[in-house]
């Protein structure tokens, strides 16, 4: 079976999933419009939906068993190829708005009154109010949690592009690091990177890098700045890989050769990661996870300050659950979870951060990725 079929194949078994929530929430019609549940629901990868957010596509449920969806006229081709829903309609970008279409095709299914779910997190209040004179009958009703706990949870396809993205991610930066040395500017590592992960099928998203007094900084870009001999470096990358599956990886390592304390400090990082790795379980509160990694961060002496030490990944970079102190939410069998602990030693001019994806399994977890268990140093494979 090739790779398109089993997509479209895993897809209606994952819209089956959407009918109880019609059911439980008595709607007449779900209409989902993030890319992340358009993509996830309808098989779609449609680069345009975060790119040109006011560009909307749309995958709608009603009541009586009715799967449509409906397209900016300039991404139909593209989704007819990539869907496996049959019933779709277009809109004309800047001849009909996009709120008026949706009105005017919940209309023509037979459905003109009565509660619609909606993303409400992700439409602008603009749209919604837009879509509320369109139609004056509809009950606009949030449904976002409940999509966040379906996508929460990954089938099997989606399991090998994470572990695959990851790998080729992790992959990347080793070959980068590799290839370079004292003297090799940010700017032309960070380039090494991207191209590795373009290499192996991935297109960049996003890289954080930062050494020297750009450690500093939550989220630093490459400069042409030389890396230094004996400088920390850290790395917080990702790409998007077939069917628009994230990679979200982080690494931590040195110019030359490091001295012990940097390498107690990586350990240190690392035990705090591993702690939080032991936790995970199905049915263990994703904030439980957060506070393994806070306790063995500062037993170890680590100024541990992080609001959340790591989310879901899928479809997007953040997904539900975040691993935050607050989160009760319960782990469950085919999570995917990133656990990134991340420490700043500012007089220092040094981060350590690491990043590994672990899938929660019936007994536990599985790691998808191998974490570090010492500092990347450049100039060796």
């Not at 004309?92 to 279409?101: H, K, L, Q, S, Y």
């Not at 042409?224 to 077939?242: M, Y």
Request: charged content about 25%; overall charge negative.
């Amino acid at each position: 079976m090739d790779a398109v079929t089993k997509t479209k194949r895993d897809v209606a078994a994952k819209r089956a999933r959407l009918r109880p929530v019609l059911d439980d929430a008595d709607l007449s019609a779900l209409v989902l419009s993030s890319y992340e549940s358009v993509s996830v629901f309808a098989g779609t990868n449609i680069i345009t939906q975060f790119a040109v957010p006011d560009r909307f596509e749309f995958a709608i449920l009603t009541r009586d068993g009715a799967t449509i969806f409906l397209a900016c006229n300039l991404e139909t081709e593209q989704i007819r190829r990539q869907t496996d829903i049959g019933d779709i309609h277009e809109y004309v970008e800047f001849e009909e708005e996009p709120m008026d279409a949706l009105a005017r095709v919940l209309r023509e299914s037979d459905v003109s009154s009565g509660r619609v779910g909606v993303e409400a997190r992700r439409l602008p209040r603009s749209h919604i109010s837009i879509l509320e004179a369109a139609a004056p009958r509809f009950e606009l009703v949030p449904v976002d949690d409940e999509l966040d706990r379906l996508q929460a949870v990954k089938d099997d396809w989606e399991i090998s592009m994470l572990e695959y993205g990851a790998q080729a991610t992790l992959d990347a930066v080793l070959e980068a690091a590799a290839e370079s040395s004292a003297g090799t500017t940010e700017r032309a590592f960070a380039a090494r990177m991207c191209s590795g992960m373009m290499m192996r099928g991935g297109f960049p998203e996003f890289l954080v890098l930062a050494t020297g007094d750009s450690s500093l900084e939550t989220h630093a870009e490459a400069r042409d700045k030389p890396l230094e001999d004996g400088r920390i470096w850290r790395v917080d990358l990702g790409a998007r890989f077939t069917g628009g599956i994230f990679s979200d990886l982080a690494r931590t390592g040195v110019v030359g050769e490091p001295t012990t304390e940097q390498e107690e400090l990586l350990a240190a990082t690392r035990a705090a990661q591993q702690a939080g790795f032991d936790v995970i379980e199905p049915g263990r509160p994703a904030q439980d996870v957060y506070h393994a990694v806070a306790r063995e961060a500062k037993a170890n002496g680590l100024p541990f300050g992080m609001p959340h030490v790591g989310h879901g990944l899928g479809l997007g970079l953040h997904e539900f659950p975040l691993l935050e102190p607050a989160n009760a939410t319960p782990l469950a069998i085919g999570m995917v979870l990133n656990v990134e602990p991340g420490v700043m030693f500012a007089d220092r001019e040094e981060v350590y951060h690491t990043e590994d994806l672990a899938l929660v399994t019936e007994s536990g977890y599985r790691l998808l990725t191998e974490p570090q268990e010492a500092l990347l140093r450049m100039g060796r494979a």
